[in-house]
């Protein structure tokens, strides 16, 4: 499984589905704009490689990578 932790600097990707059912994290995630077929691309990642920033929907999103682990992507 392909997750967006794995996503290099500069690649755009697309979800495929966020794991976690019924975690509020999954919750979140889907809350924040991270839905199914939606594109997102890595910016940036801090220095020690937590946290990560995404463009999603014309906005910037940073998260954790250990969320980011809950993102299938293709």
Known sequence: M???ENLKIGA???VV???GEGSSLRRRLL???ITPKTK???VR???FGDPMEFNVRGYSLT???SDAEFVEIR
């Open 2 to 4: 392909n997750t967006l």
């Open 12 to 14: 755009t990707a697309e």
């Open 17 to 19: 589905s966020v794991h």
């Open 31 to 33: 809350d924040m704009g």
């Open 40 to 42: 997102i691309k890595l």
């Open 45 to 47: 990642i801090a220095p």
């Open 63 to 65: 998260i954790r990578k």
